[in-house]
C-alpha cells in the first residue's frame, strides 16, 4: 500500500511502551505503536496520544474522513468550502482566527480527495492546550456554518480557484484528473466546478456538515510536550459531551471501469512555457502495487539523478520533468510530465517520455537505482517525524484508508520491494490503452489495463508487528538565555562559530554556512554571475559527477541545500568535508552549464506575465537609485535574460577564481554532536582557502522615491494582483523599530486577524490571501512597509481601495490596547517557537554574528516589545507611514476588470 509518498513527507518517531494511564469514563485504551497511542470515546472518537517534550509546543490535529470523494453530483467544491466556513466562529468560539493570532498560534487546514484535517500549533502550556481542545470540539459539531458567512467567504473562495487558474501545471492536470475518469469523483478537483462553488445553497452546506462532523467519523492527535493523563481527561470531558450520532454514514459504491483505449487532451491558453504530461490509472493506495509503482516513478521521474532527467533535461529537449502519484482509498492516477522552453519543439519530447515511461518495464531498474530510491525514502522516514508537529498532517492520509498504524507497514515495505517486482508492475499499468494522451484510434487487439480492487483491511494488518522504538532527545529549553549558556562561540580564521550541542531524536543536526566575499566596487557588472557560479557547484567536482555527487549526499544523509543542510551525528565530519570539497574543488562541466542556463532562461521567462512576478518588478524598478552594473540595482526582465544568454562558462570559472573563499564568514551547528572536534575540523577545511577579491558589507541606502501609481495590463489571467511599498528609514536597533514590528503585526501580518486581512478576506470577501511585511536593515537604513494582495481582476479596484483606506485608518486612528495585548502574547509565542527549531536557531546564529551580535541581543529587543505603549505605538506608526508617499502598482486583466461580478 502506498504509504511511501506520506511518509516521506513526515520524520520518524520516538518511542516508548503504551503508557499506561487512569482511563477516564468509557474511554478505552486501543494499540500502540512507536510512542503513539490509540484511545477511544463512546462516541467513537478516535484519540491519538503522542508526548515528546524535545521541543516546548504541541500540536492538535482534527483528521475528518470526508473530502472531495464523498461530494455528489453539483456539489463539487462543497469540503473544501465548508474548510473556510470552519474558521468563522462556534457559540463558544465566536472569532477563531482571532483567538489563534492572540496566541500566536499556527494554523491551518487542508482539504483532499478522502480526508479534511483540521491542525494547531502553539506554545506548550495546558491554558493553550486546553483551549484548542475546546475549540475544536465546540466547532466540531456547533460550528455556525452560516449563510453570511458563506457570502463574504465566497469571493475569498473564488478568489483561490482563480489563483489556481493562473497556474499552466495547475490548470493541466486539473484537466489530465477530469480526463482519467468517467465516473469516479476521483475525476473532480478538490477545489470543485466553478458553478457548484458559487451556487452552493447553505442548505446543502449545513446538511454536508452535520452528516461527516462528527466524532465517529474523526480521529484527534496530539503531538508534543504535554500531560498524557491530564489530557486525556480534558479530551474525555469537551469532546465526550458531543453525543454519539445516530445517523448512518452514507455508502459510496462507484467503481471506475477499465480505460478501452488512449486519450488526448490540449489546454490553450496564455503563458510562457509548455508543458508535456502523461497519466496512467493505478491501484488504490491499500494494494501491494501501489508501493511498487512509487519506486518506479522515483526511478524515472527524480530531479537530477531520474532517467527522465537524463532522456530530456540532459539533452536539452525539456527544461524540467516531474512525476508524481495522486491516490488514496480509490483506484488513482500516476502522472509523468515535462517542461519545455516556449518556441521549443514539444512532439518530440511526447515522444520520448511516453516511450521512456512505457518501455520501462523492458529495461528494469538496475539495482543501483533500487537501492538509491530505497535509501532516499528511508533518510526521508528517518528526519520527517523527527518533528512531533509534523505528525498529524502526515497521518492524515493513512487515517482515510482505515487506520493509522497503515503508517509503519508502508514503512516496513520499502525494504522488500525489488526491482523485478517494479518492473512487474510497471507494464501492468505504464501501457497505451490506459494512458490519458494522444488520440483515439481503432485497435482490434486493445491492451487494457485492469485495476484491481483493494484487499481486506484485515488482510493488509494481519501479520503486522511493531517495533519498540530507541530514540532520545532532551527537553531543550529555548529562552534566549539557556542558548547563550548552551552555545561555544569561536574564531577560526576568518570564520566566526556557534556551537550549540542537544541531543536530539535520530541524532539530527543541521548546519548553516555563510561565506562573504567581494565588496561594492569589485562586484560591479557582475550581475547574473554570483547566482550561476553558485548554482553550477554541485554539478560536478574533482571526485564526483553530478550524479554521484547527488549520492554522496544521500549517503551522508545530508538534506536542504550545500550551505544550510541538515544531516545525523555520525555523518556530521564527513558531511562537512564533503561540502568543503564541492566548495573549493568544482569542475564546472560544460554540458551542465548549457543546461543551467536553459533552466534560468525558463524560470525568467515563465514569470514574464506572472501577476506577483509583473507587479514587484515594476515597483523594483520604480525604487532602484543604483547605476547600471551596481550588484544592488534591479535590472528589467529583458535585461536579466540578455544577461544570462550572454554568460560564457570562462565568466563563471573566473568568477569562482576572483572571488570564492573563507575570508569572512560565520558557522552555525545546532544538534546532535561534539562541539570540541568542529574549530580545529572548520580550520583544517576552511583555514587556509583565502579569497583573492577583498571584502566588505554591500550596504543598501534609503531613498525617498516620489509615489507612482500605475497598472499593468496582463490578457487572459483570471487572477490579479495589487502591490504596495513605502520606503523607511529603519534599522533593527532604532528605538522606534520594536513598535513597527508590533504595529506591522496587527496591521497586516498577523493572519486572518490582521486590520488588511480582516477587511479584504472577512469582511469584504475581495481576497484569498495577501499582508503587509516590514523590512528594516541590519547594518544599513534601507527599510520598507510594503503590502500585497491577490484577487480576481473586477475586484482589483476595490482591493486597492480597500487597502489604502485600512492603512490610512491606522495611522489616522491609531490602534487599541486589545489589539496591542495580543500583538505581544503573539509575536513572543511565535518567536519562542522559531528558537525551538533548530535550523532556524542555526541561521539565526549566522545572522546575530554577521551583525556582530548574540542571543543576549534578541532578549533585550523582546524586552523592548513587551514594554511598547500604546502611545508608544500609535506614535511611530504615524511618523514612520505617510499613505500619500504609497506606490502601487496592480497587474490584471484589464478586460476583465470591466465586468461586473
Known sequence: MNQIRWICAAAYLVTGAALALPMPKGVVQGPSVEGITEYRLPNGLKVLLFPDSSKPTVTVNVTYLVGSRHENYGETGMAHLLEHLMFKGAPNNRNIAQQFSQRGMQFNGTTGLDRTNYYEVFQAGDDNLKWALQMEADRMVHSYIAKKDLDSEMTVVRNEYESGENSPGEVLMKRMQSLGYDWHSYGRSTIGNRSD????????????????????????????????????????????????????????????????????????????????????????????????????????????????????????????????????????????GAVVRKGDPIEPVREALTAAVEDFAKTPPTDAEIERVRRNYTNSIEKSLNDPQQVGVALSEVIALGDWR??????????????????????????????????????????????????????????????????????????????????????????????????????????DLNLRWGDEKNLFGKGVLPAMTGAMLTRGTTKYAREQLSDAFDKLKISGGLMEFETTRSNLAEALRLVAHVLKEPTFPEAEFEQLRQQFLVSLESSRSEPQSVAARVLSEHFDHYPKGDIRASRTLDEQIADVKAVRLEDVKAYYRDFYGASQGELAIVGDFDAAPVAPLVDELFGKWQSRASYAPVLRTHAAIAPMNKTVNLADKENGVVMARLNLDLRVD?????????????????????????????????????????????????????????AAPQNLARLDAAMREELVRAVIKGFTPGELAAAKSGLLQQRAQNRADDSILAGGWTSLLYQGKTFEWSERFEQKLAAVSLEQLNAAFRKAIDPAKLSVVIAGDQEKAKLKR
Do not use: C
Request: glycine residues 8%; positive net charge; without cysteine.
Open 406 to 511: 497503515l503508517f509503519f507497514v508502508g514503512r516496513e515495505r520499502i525494504a522488500t520491494i525489488t526491482a523485478a517486482a517494479v518492473a512487474e508492475a510497471a507494464g501492468r499499468y505504464l501501457r497505451r490503452d490506459n494512458r490519458v494522451t494522444g488520440h483515439f484510434l481503432p485497435d482490434d487487439a486493445p491492451r487494457r489495463a485492469e485495476i484491481p480492487p483493494a484487499p481486506t483491511l484485515a488482510s493488509v494488518m494481519k501479520d503486522f508487528k511493531p517495533k519498540a522504538a530507541s530514540q532520545k532527545s532532551e527537553d531543550f529549553d529555548p529562552s534566549q538565555a539557556n542558548i547563550m549558556k548552551r552555545t561555544t562561540l569561536a574564531t577560526v580564521g576568518g570564520i566566526k562559530l556557534a556551537l550549540l550541542p542537544k541531543k536530539n531524536r535520530g541524532e539530527a543536526v543541521f548546519v
Open 734 to 790: 532604532d528605538p522606534d523599530y520594536p513598535a513597527l514590528m508590533l504595529a506591522n503585526y496587527i496591521f497586516g501580518d498577523g493572519g486572518l486577524e490582521s486590520r488588511l486581512m480582516n477587511r479584504i478576506r472577512q469582511k469584504d470577501g475581495l481576497s484569498y490571501g495577501g499582508g503587509s511585511q516590514l523590512g528594516a536593515g541590519d547594518l544599513d537604513r534601507a527599510g520598507s512597509l510594503t503590502m500585497s494582495a491577490i
Open 197 to 336: 462553488i458559487e451556487n452552493v445553497r447553505i442548505e446543502n452546506l449545513q446538511a454536508f456538515y452535520r452528516t461527516w462532523y462528527q466524532p465517529d467519523n474523526a480521529v484527534l492527535l496530539v503531538a508534543g510536550k504535554f500531560d498524557p493523563a491530564r489530557t486525556l481527561g480534558w479530551i474525555a470531558q469537551s469532546f465526550g459531551a458531543i453525543p454519539k450520532p445516530k445517523r448512518a454514514l452514507p455508502q459510496f459504491w462507484t467503481v471506475e471501469p477499465t480505460q478501452d483505449g488512449e486519450r488526448s487532451f490540449t489546454v490553450r491558453r496564455q503563458g510562457d512555457v509548455q508543458m508535456i504530461a502523461v497519466g496512467y490509472k493505478v491501484p488504490p493506495a491499500l494494494h501491494d502495487d501501489s508501493d511498487t509503482l512509487s519506486f518506479a516513478s522515483e526511478v524515472l521521474g527524480a530531479a537530477t539523478t531520474g532517467r527522465l532527467h537524463k532522456l530530456l533535461v540532459e539533452s536539452g529537449k525539456a527544461s524540467d520533468v516531474f512525476a508524481y502519484a495522486e491516490t488514496g482509498y480509490a483506484p488513482g492516477m500516476l502522472y509523468f
